[in-house]
């Protein structure tokens, strides 16, 4: 993969993910084995402005050996320097860039029990800097290959290959040739977006029915105040951003409490290191009330039972069958990227920032107003060649996907 395009990447991730302004500092999250395409994103986000990058490294073995010799109650404190960071990070707000790389298969084996109850112990003293940063900061997820994803992706190419074909698919999904300019690609691609949201909004549907031979027959009703979003975001000061590159979604959170139904997987969902797959999800009365996978059941039950507010919707997401990423053909066991293939919804938090004038409205307010709160916020994938979804208003039906692409 030449340099230049590696970097030419990397500035898109900094100008037009985060799309970072002069003088604000930057946060970065990424695995070890990325340093050199960090680097180069380090130098780019200076270069974009940023008064300063700090660098939070992750390692997938260590988190297992974390998780394996350190105690239930170690693991669930949140010790006096990580809420000192937290308050910090409230009060500088500094624009967040996540680069996913892992292997998904990576923390296989981890006692997911143990995870859950530390996870729980600690989102009491997470959560209130979490809600305080609500809508007001800029962020993004992109992403880079790993020769151990690499293989997950491509398990019949030798290890190079497989890395540089993850390479090649990646850069395609984000817009990025060696020699276009992708930054005024993406202003296209979110102007096309933002066209399919201004119809949703338009209709103003009382709900989507979705039906496909798979088995899903499902029904969400839909908040009147709140709006369908598509590609990037813009913070309450009014910065625009890109929060996912890839993107092919145009998305808003359905009413808590008014889902009914069954939903079917279509593909297999990474999970806090490992795969569940093969599996279904049953809603009464807006709450999950029965499901089941053939691969990772363990860990299903477990995510759906992280809080009260994980058997509920907090997204419902719409992205045609014939879209780039879908029509590769590829299975990227990533959700950032598989869930750009398909349409989807996500179990758990909704987005508060949906809401027409959320800026003005408390959290409180925006959550009587039928957005979900979770400490989650997972995706799956429900698309079909065959997804029918059809939008209700006063009892009048009008299709919005025929054979999973826009009708």
Not at 286 to 311: F, I, R
């Amino acid at each position: 993969m030449k340099k230049t395009t590696i970097r030419k990447y990397a500035r898109l991730i900094a100008r037009v993910g985060a799309n970072i302004k002069k003088g604000q500092p930057v946060r970065l999250y990424a695995d070890v084995d990325q340093y050199e395409f960090v680097t180069i994103l380090v130098d780019e986000c200076y270069k974009a402005g940023a008064s300063k990058v700090s660098l939070e490294w992750n390692h997938d073995p260590i988190t297992k050996l974390n998780y394996r010799h350190c105690s239930l109650k170690t693991l669930s404190k949140v010790e006096k320097w990580q809420e000192e960071k937290l308050k910090h990070t409230v009060e500088t707000l500094p624009c967040s860039i996540y680069i996913e790389s892992s292997d998904p298969d990576g923390l296989k084996g981890i006692n997911i029990e143990k995870m859950q109850k530390a996870s729980i112990a600690r989102y009491p003293i997470i959560k209130p800097y979490r809600d305080a940063m609500d809508g007001k900061y800029q962020w993004t997820i992109a992403a880079v290959p790993s020769y151990a994803w690499a293989k997950k992706v491509f398990p019949n190419e030798k290890k190079h290959r497989a890395y540089e074909m993850l390479w090649e698919a990646i850069l395609a999904t984000v817009r990025v040739t060696d020699d276009n300019d992708p930054i005024a690609e993406w202003e296209k691609h979110n102007a096309n977006l933002k066209t399919r949201a201004t119809w949703l909004n338009e209709q103003g549907f009382d709900y989507l029915e979705y039906k496909s031979s798979n088995g899903t027959d499902f029904r969400a009703s839909l908040i009147p105040e709140a709006e369908w979003h598509a590609g990037g975001d813009t913070t309450i000061g009014g910065n625009f951003f890109n929060p996912n590159m890839p993107t092919e979604e145009v998305f808003t959170s359905p009413k808590k409490g008014f889902a009914e139904g069954k939903l079917v997987s279509t593909k297999p969902l990474s999970y806090d290191g490992q795969i569940i797959d093969k599996f279904y999800i049953t809603f009464k009365d807006g709450k999950a009330v029965e499901w089941d996978a053939e691969v990772g059941k363990p860990l299903l039950d477990k995510m759906l039972t992280m809080d009260e507010g994980a058997k509920y919707l907090g997204e419902l997401a719409l992205i045609p069958d014939n879209s780039p990423i879908s029509n590769s053909g590829i299975l990227y066991y990533n959700t950032l990227f598989d869930e750009n293939a398909s349409c989807h919804v996500a179990m758990g938090r909704g987005f508060t920032e949906t809401i027409k004038g959320f800026a003005d409205k408390s959290l409180e307010e925006c959550y009587a107003l039928g957005i979900n709160d979770s400490m989650i916020h997972v995706d799956f994938m429900i698309g079909a060649p065959d997804l029918t979804i059809t939008g209700y208003k006063d009892g009048v039906a009008t299709p919005v996907f025929v054979n999973g692409n826009w009708a």
